[in-house]
């Protein structure tokens, strides 16, 4: 019988966790497993996951990313009952089945008598001795798969109390950094242990991450993987810049030729946040440069990220600033959240109007990324944000805040620098730099096929098949 997979999640906002998310529900082999979703409301991709064929969709509105003890202990419950649920439907199916049903055939990646042990599988770090569900004479193939902190902490205990015998937990980044108070921080970490000793499996996106985890007592060597948060190499590496065909092709209409924006532009894409300046659209897929009134020798510095304190995108716009004084180019931020306000106010203050765009929650990346010249990260911690290997596959330079996972990606002088957080200075120095000896990062395709290699996202999602065959065989 097929192994039934239930991913969890906080919120199917637009980031790389959701995104990766909603990619692995839909490439999954669904010959060999039954996939459901679990998430809280209110996210951009909400009306996506709803589309997916073949899997089932709960959301519950209680599960909410601040803390909140009542609607926390009712998704608690709602969980639980959603999982008891589905437990049930799998030990039916279990009762028409034969007595001993054949194994599901394993996923073509994965070869027997590779090195690794049981079954092949060999992941970075690899569990040797997960005992998920010993209280069962023969579990149930049914596994719950939690991503992001709070979802990750709800899920798993109501998958305990449900009695699902396999809990895999994904840390895209941890809830937990060292900007938060003592207290707060000491709690994110302890319940992190505490949940730890019912987790089956544990992946991570980052090395960093691992080590992190490991020093702080959350997992062990035993029982924890790699798992990169993959992207879609292609997209990034083989977008034009202005093909208008290939954009009336991703807008599901034609280009308008008397008007800025697309036909079927705000029907087709998620709404633009209202637009910083009066009489632009918000938007640059292409001709960004003509309308816009960017010259062509005008260089374009970039950032793409959600606006909460995590990202500092406060720090991008002082950066703006700096380089303004140093030399002509645009800034352009693309994203929303909760420090809009704070951003625009800046933006006022310092007089930036006429140098800094911003667009709003975007999911033309790809075609985003080839209209800058330079892509700027400013975050205070990460997992690993999946732009840093997007903007590399689109061949272009990164400066960034060394943070985490990010010197698995960036190497400091080769495809990009690194620098620690709130250095305006030194994110100044660093761009203006670059803008000013373009030569310096020439090749950089060359240089960064390696480091490519392990974000390949369809391999994101066979090393989930492998891990998922793999646990139910141990």
């Known amino acids: ?256 030729e008397n008007n800025s924006t697309p036909a079927s532009f705000s029907k087709d894409l998620i709404p633009l946040s209202p637009p910083l300046l009066k009489g632009e659209s918000g938007g640059f897929l292409e001709g960004i440069r003509e309308r816009l009134g960017i010259k062509e020798n005008i260089p374009i510095v970039g950032m793409i990220a959600c606006f909460k304190p995590q990202k500092a995108p406060l720090d991008f716009i002082k950066i703006a600033a700096r380089v303004k004084n140093e030399l002509e180019a645009k800034f352009i931020l693309v994203g929303d959240g909760e420090l809009r306000k704070e951003i625009e106010a800046e933006i006022e203050r310092l007089d930036l109007k006429g140098n800094v765009i911003l667009t709003g929650w975007r999911k033309d990346i790809p075609d985003i990324l080839k209209c800058f010249d330079l892509l700027v990260l400013t975050s205070l911690w990460e997992g690993l944000p999946r732009v840093l290997p997007e903007a590399l596959a689109s061949n272009i330079p990164v400066v960034a805040t060394n943070v985490d996972g990010a010197s698995e990606v960036i190497k400091d002088g080769v495809n990009g620098y690194l620098l620690t957080p709130h250095d305006i200075d030194g994110f100044t120095e660093k761009i203006v730099y670059l803008l000013k000896n373009r030569a310096v990062f020439t090749g950089l395709a060359t240089k960064n096929r390696d480091i490519l290699a392990e974000f390949d996202i369809k391999d994101m999602v066979k090393k989930q098949e492998q891990l998922y065959t793999t646990i139910l065989s141990l």
């Not at 419950?77 to 001993?100: C, D, G, Y």
């Not at 194994?103 to 049981?118: I, V």
């Not at 937990?176 to 000491?186: A, G």
């Open 1 to 256: 019988m097929k192994t039934k997979v239930i991913h969890i999640i906080t919120k199917l906002e637009l980031g790389g966790a959701q995104q990766n998310t909603l990619f692995t529900l839909k490439n999954l082999d669904k010959k060999i497993f039954d996939l459901v979703l679990v998430s809280g409301t209110g996210g951009i991709l909400d009306e996506e996951a709803k589309k997916i064929e073949g899997i089932k969709t709960y959301f519950v509105p209680e599960l909410v990313r601040e803390i909140n003890p009542l609607k926390d202990l009712i998704a608690l419950f709602k969980i639980i009952k959603i999982l008891s649920k589905e437990k049930r439907l799998v030990a039916q199916n279990s009762q028409l089945q034969t007595q001993n049903p054949p194994t599901p055939p394993l996923p073509a990646c994965r070869q027997a008598g590779e090195k690794g042990g049981k079954g092949g599988f060999e992941p970075e770090h690899r569990t040797q001795n997960v005992e998920p569900g010993e209280s069962l004479t023969r579990p149930y193939p049914i596994i719950v798969h939690t991503h992001s902190s709070k979802s990750g902490i709800i899920g798993r205990w109501a998958a305990k109390f449900a009695g699902i015998p396999y809990i895999i937990h994904t840390f895209h980044g941890f809830g937990f950094n060292d900007y938060q108070i003592f207290f707060k921080r000491s709690l994110f970490i302890s319940l992190e242990r505490l949940t730890g000793k019912i987790t089956s499996w544990f992946i991570c996106v980052s090395k960093a991450n691992i080590e992190n985890g490991k020093k702080l007592g959350i997992f062990t060597d035993k029982e924890i993987s790699l798992i990169r948060s993959g992207i879609e190499i292609e997209k990034f590496m083989n977008t034009a810049n202005n093909s208008k065909a290939t954009l009336a092709s991703q807008q599901g209409g034609s280009v308008n």
